[in-house]
């Protein structure tokens, strides 16, 4: 079982910046993408920005210029960089990660998919 703990989050005024951090944690043996989704009140949960294990990222068209993911390996740790905040970018924001828990997991490429608690994202106009 992994755990996966988001930080960073809070209340924000419009141009403003913050940094969401996401730690894994428990029996970890093989991490493989780690990436950040949201989901605003009524709205379906979206990808916002993946990092794969090979170090490759991928963002979403609104967040693109905007947001940075990166990500420390050496601490199972996952980094979201907002920049230049928008009212419409409020939302909980969900560390998301997959993660080989065996070793059949990682031989078929079969990993288990986990999920942070969500942390809050609130720009004020």
């Known amino acids: 079982q992994v755990q996966l703990v988001e930080s960073g989050g809070g209340l924000v005024q419009a141009g403003g910046s913050l940094r969401l951090s996401c730690a894994a944690s428990g029996s970890i043996f093989r991490i493989n993408a780690m990436g950040w989704y949201r989901q605003a009140p009524g709205k379906q949960r979206e990808l916002v920005a993946v990092n794969t294990s090979g170090g490759k990222t991928n963002y979403a068209d609104s967040v693109k210029g905007r947001f940075t993911i990166s990500r420390d390996n050496a601490k199972n740790t996952v980094y979201l960089q907002m920049n230049s905040l928008k009212p419409e970018d409020k939302a909980v924001y969900y560390c998301?990660?997959?993660?080989?828990?065996?070793?059949?997991?990682?031989?078929?490429?079969?990993?288990?998919?986990?999920w942070g608690q969500g942390t809050q994202v609130t720009v004020s106009s």
């Open positions: 998301n990660a997959d993660h080989f828990d065996t070793i059949a997991q990682l031989l078929s490429s079969r990993p288990r998919n986990y």
